[in-house]
């Protein structure tokens, strides 16, 4: 299964899904049970509770793992190790060391000196 089930945090899903249940009772009475409104509604219901609850910087303990105000993660950064210097660069292992293009018997014919002619 290529979700890890085990990393899931289950009590924040359960809190996501209280708000899911808010937002639509909320959508479905005002709407006066339109289900188009009502769905519209209830997106916008869930969209602004979540996000009052994920960014909005109070210390409540149901926050996701991966979201954290700006003085927790600014106090949590630590520098970045320095890059290690460079390697000598390696030589490759090509045996050919010339590099000059091969000669090809068919194109690269030098021409003959023209024949000798005969004194008179």
């Given amino acids: 299964m290529p979700i890890d089930l085990a990393q899931v945090d289950w009590l924040y899903v359960i809190l996501l899904a209280v708000f899911v249940a808010v937002s639509t009772f909320l959508g479905g009475l005002l709407s006066f049970s339109h289900r188009g409104t009502g769905a519209v509604l209830s997106a916008v219901f869930f969209a602004a509770i979540f996000i009052f609850w994920t960014y909005y910087p109070h210390r409540v303990?149901?926050?996701?793992?991966?979201i954290t105000t700006t003085q927790e993660s600014a106090a949590k950064q630590t520098p970045a190790p320095a890059p290690a210097a460079p390697a000598a660069p390696q030589r490759p292992s090509n045996p050919v060391r010339d590099i000059t293009p091969p000669k090809n018997p068919v194109t690269d014919v030098t021409p003959s000196s023209p024949p000798a002619t005969p004194a008179r």
């Fill in 61 to 66: 303990p149901f926050l996701p793992r991966t």
